[in-house]
């Protein structure tokens, strides 16, 4: 059996094949589930390359190399959630040390934040990333962390990227990008001079609304020492059968993110033409204030759309449970389409902070059903808004 040397095939072929070689002792083509916790040793200290399996496992292995290939990264590390992804990273970061944030990132981040690793001395504000002159100001002399997410959640808003980088190297501080929203297909932001990127594993990635599980990716050698380190000292490594998950779904990436993005625009400009609906928000629309830098440093827009409904808060409430394809629940990027309502859902616990949204706005996670059940639903859904609004009035 010879072997290819993956990195240098293109994206569609590293996210089958990367890390992913059949496995050596059977010929089975698809990884194996490890599903062991300990490895038997020839003698003392002498293995082959396992030995406990929070340290290292197989399957992890197999995860960890496909997401490096796929973010274009020398490393990747695997973790339980999007979050433990998260944690891991901060502990880079000392007492004394500062953190810029986006003013709208995802709520599990700023809680992490805010009421976890701010007690431990680490000083964190939160700026308005899609403005490079507000990252500026935002920075600090002790500024060692600056965190990204683009596009945003729920607003869609779009941050540079290169921009951004670049202000944070001359000021000494690593740019951390979640880029859980656009997913690796669609955006790489190593190539645009970010230091890590980092994924809910659980969204587009998984892509089955499945499984929890998190990534980091990068290149520097010695910050992969110790975030390899902490992922076995702290210990919040994914399941052997949920890396596996996510194996799975790595490999037809492409396909659901073409098919998604396809979609969106196509309900994106449908919503833009409706007079119920007041303000669409998706970077592809030439009408949305990020969609050059978008166009820059995308290749496509993704599958999250959100907008407005006139007629407030009952219009809004009101669309989200009229939907019959458009499941109501949290959560995105799986291969079917959910909808929310983000101000009293995902965002209800930032109400009354710089963070709260408004009260009539919708999110949509724009799965990858056929396009014309997806608007036939929405054209009901607004009919019904229609008709309970005129009721009333
Ligand atoms: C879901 C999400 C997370 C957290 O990931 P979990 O897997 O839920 O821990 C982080 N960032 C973004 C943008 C997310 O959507």
Redesign the pocket.
């Known amino acids: 059996m010879s072997t290819h040397d993956w990195n240098t095939s293109h994206f569609e072929t590293r996210a089958i094949h990367a890390g992913q070689d059949p496995d050596p002792s059977t010929g089975a083509i698809i990884t194996p589930i490890f599903q062991t916790s300990t490895f038997v040793q020839e003698a003392v200290g002498e293995h082959k390359g396992y030995d406990y399996a929070r340290s290292d496992n197989p399957t992890r292995t197999a995860l960890q190399t496909a997401l490096a290939s796929l973010e274009g990264g020398a490393w990747g590390l695997s973790h339980a ?4 992804a ?1 944690q891991n990273l901060f502990y880079l970061v000392r007492p004394g040390d500062h953190v810029l944030l986006s003013n709208d990132a ?1 709520g ?2 700023y809680r992490l934040v805010a009421k976890v690793i701010a007690n431990y001395g680490i000083e964190f504000d939160l700026v308005e990333m899609s403005d490079l002159v507000s990252v500026r100001a935002g920075i600090k002399p002790n500024t060692k962390l600056v965190w990204v ?1 683009t596009p945003t ?1 729920p607003y869609l808003k779009i941050v540079d990227i290169a921009g951004v980088a670049e202000i944070a190297h001359d000021a000494g501080a690593k740019l951390v990008v ?1 880029n ?2 656009a997913s690796p297909y669609l955006q790489q932001p190593l190539a645009h001079g970010a230091d890590f990127v ?1 994924h ?4 587009y990635l998984g892509g089955h609304s499945d499984v ?3 990534a980091l990716i990068g290149n520097d050698e010695e910050t992969y020492a110790t975030l390899k380190f902490m992922q076995n000292a702290a210990g919040a490594v994914p399941a052997p059968f949920d890396s596996w998950l996510i194996l799975r779904g790595l490999k037809t990436l492409g396909v659901r993110m073409d098919r998604h993005s396809a979609n969106a625009r196509a309900v994106a400009e449908y919503l833009e033409r409706q007079d119920l609906v007041d303000q669409v928000f998706y970077p592809g629309l030439t009408s949305h204030p990020g969609h050059d830098v978008a166009a820059r440093q995308m290749s496509d827009f993704s599958g999250m759309v959100s907008f407005t409904t006139r007629g407030g808060f009952e219009s809004a409430k009101a669309f989200v449970e009229s939907t019959t394809v458009f499941q109501l629940a949290e ?2 990027g799986g291969v079917e389409s959910l909808v929310e309502h983000p101000g009293q859902m995902t965002h209800l616990s930032v109400a009354g902070t710089g963070a709260a949204v408004a009260d009539n706005l919708v999110r949509l996670s724009v799965g990858i059903e056929h396009i014309d059940d997806l608007l036939g639903d929405i054209e009901a859904a607004l009919a019904a808004v229609s008709q309970k609004l005129s009721v009333r009035v």
Do not use: M, P, R
Not at 81 to 84: T, V, Y
């Open positions: 959630s999007g979050l433990a998260a995802y599990g981040t997410e959640n979640d859980t929203f980092l809910s594993a659980t969204k929890i599980g998190g959560s995105l």
